[in-house]
Structures are given as structure tokens and as C-alpha cells.
């Protein structure tokens, strides 16, 4: 029995492998060198702006610099803010009354009840009114007439302007005329001891033109303690 030759069928299968080996390795190829063509394709086929598209800065534009824009944030508050009151300044006016020691006159202050909250005015005219209503006794008593009434009491720039009846006039020598109006002055002038004060009868301002009284006691006005010391020499 005679033996076959296998040689060539091995052969055959061998160049078929071969074959297959190469076919698959130009398919491979040929693959990737269709995507790289795809890639440089979309690359090429991008649209450039047409010049419309491209906007040309004008001057204005090319000239202004963009303001920087600064973050605004808002503080956290820890803690409610209380807005501080101002202090209300109790006023402590006085009403002056004379007390009479071995001929010695002396000016005494009398305290006067007052609001919290009340103006200068406000105060100052509790502090005339009492003046004027206050019932003498042995140690303290007053020039004043009785029937004297305030009639109105202003504060502005130049001072303390006091407007008084027309009884304020009469009554009394010299002496009492000079000590009724340092009653007048100093309790005007109480809460604030340099004030001018401007002393007026029924409106009509008391100086060289108009003297206080039938024996004329002129006064220089504005009113003030010092000068009036110095004036009239009381204590």
C-alpha cells in the first residue's frame, strides 16, 4: 500500500494563511487611512467668518477702556445697630429774690420747677412767672410790683429779649428800680450767666431814649450781669 504525499497539501494551506494574513493586514490599512482622510477633510471644510462676521472696532470703541469691575458684597451684620439718642439736658433756671441783712442787699437764687425736655425759653419764662408770683416773706422779698405781668420772651442770636407790662414802670426810688431790674436780668439770665439780655416795657426797648421810672434810670443795652455790676454797684 503506497503512502500519499503531504508535502503538497501543507504547502497550499500555508500560502492560504499567508494570504489571509496579508488580505487582513491592507484591510487594516486601508481603514485608517479612510479616517485620517475624514479627519483632514473636517478640518479643511471649516467655515472662515466672512467679513460681515468680522466687526471692525470703530474709534469710540478702540478709545474706551472697560471700567474694572469691582465685586460688591454686603457685610454680614452681627449685631443690630441702636442709633444713639442725643442726651436731653435738664435746664436749672433760677428766680432771683432780695434778702435784706443790715442794709446789705443780696441777690438769692430760688430753684424753679422744670419739664425734661423743656427749650430755654420754655424754662426761663416758669422762671419769670414765679418771679413775678412769688408772695415775699421776712427773709426774702422783691422790688417788683405785684401787678407786673411777662408779656413774651424770645431767644435768638443777639440774646434773650424780655417784654414786660407796663406796671413794671412805677412804684419805688431809685434803688428799687435798679434792684427790680437785676431781678429781672439775672433770672433771664440764669441758665446761661454771660447772656445779653434786652429789657422792653410794653414792646419799647429800655435805653437812653427810653430811662426806666420817674427819676429815669438809663440802661445801656444789651443787659448784661457783669456790666451791671459794674454799672450800678449791687452785691
Known amino acids: 500500500?503506497?503512502?500519499?504525499?503531504?508535502?503538497?497539501?501543507?504547502?497550499?494551506?500555508?500560502?492560504?494563511?499567508?494570504?489571509?494574513?496579508l488580505s487582513?493586514?491592507?484591510?487594516?490599512?486601508?481603514?485608517?487611512?479612510?479616517?485620517?482622510?475624514?479627519?483632514?477633510?473636517?478640518?479643511?471644510?471649516?467655515?472662515?467668518?466672512?467679513p460681515e462676521q468680522v466687526k471692525t472696532p470703530t474709534s469710540t470703541e478702540n478709545n474706551t477702556v472697560p471700567k474694572p469691575t469691582i465685586p460688591f458684597t454686603i457685610p454680614k451684620q452681627?449685631?443690630?445697630?441702636?442709633?444713639?439718642?442725643?442726651p436731653v439736658v435738664e435746664l436749672q433756671p433760677k428766680a432771683y429774690l432780695l434778702q435784706v441783712e443790715d442794709e446789705k442787699i443780696s441777690l438769692i437764687p430760688q430753684s424753679v420747677a422744670v419739664?425734661?425736655?423743656?427749650?430755654?425759653?420754655?424754662?426761663?419764662?416758669?422762671?419769670?412767672?414765679?418771679?413775678?408770683?412769688?408772695?415775699?416773706?421776712?427773709?426774702l422779698s422783691s422790688t417788683i410790683?405785684?401787678?407786673?405781668?411777662?408779656l413774651g420772651l424770645r431767644i435768638d442770636d443777639t440774646g434773650i429779649h424780655v417784654n414786660l407790662s407796663d406796671e413794671f414802670?412805677?412804684?419805688?426810688?431809685?434803688?428799687?428800680?435798679?434792684?427790680?431790674v437785676a431781678q429781672v436780668l439775672y433770672t433771664a439770665s440764669?441758665?446761661?450767666?454771660?447772656?445779653?439780655v434786652y429789657l422792653s416795657v410794653e414792646g419799647e426797648l429800655l435805653d437812653e431814649e427810653?430811662?426806666?421810672?420817674?427819676?429815669?434810670?438809663?440802661?445801656?443795652?444789651?443787659?448784661?450781669?457783669?456790666?451791671?455790676?459794674?454799672?450800678?454797684?449791687?452785691?
Open 145 to 150: 410790683p405785684p401787678e407786673t405781668k411777662l
Open 115 to 139: 419739664e425734661k425736655g423743656d427749650t430755654k425759653e420754655v424754662a426761663l419764662t416758669k422762671a419769670l412767672s414765679q418771679l413775678f408770683n412769688t408772695t415775699q416773706n421776712n427773709q
Open 78 to 86: 452681627t449685631e443690630k445697630l441702636i442709633p444713639k439718642e442725643n
Open 210 to 235: 427810653n430811662p426806666l421810672g420817674g427819676e429815669g434810670l438809663i440802661l445801656a443795652e444789651p443787659l448784661t450781669r457783669q456790666k451791671f455790676v459794674e454799672d450800678f454797684s449791687i452785691n
Open 169 to 180: 414802670r412805677y412804684g419805688g426810688g431809685s434803688t428799687s428800680m435798679i434792684y427790680r
Open 1 to 21: 500500500m503506497k503512502t500519499q504525499n503531504t508535502r503538497p497539501v501543507q504547502q497550499n494551506i500555508f500560502i492560504i494563511y499567508i494570504l489571509s494574513l
Open 190 to 196: 440764669s441758665i446761661e450767666e454771660s447772656a445779653n
Open 24 to 50: 487582513l493586514i491592507v484591510t487594516v490599512i486601508w481603514l485608517n487611512g479612510v479616517d485620517i482622510n475624514k479627519k483632514s477633510t473636517t478640518t479643511e471644510t471649516t467655515p472662515k467668518p466672512t
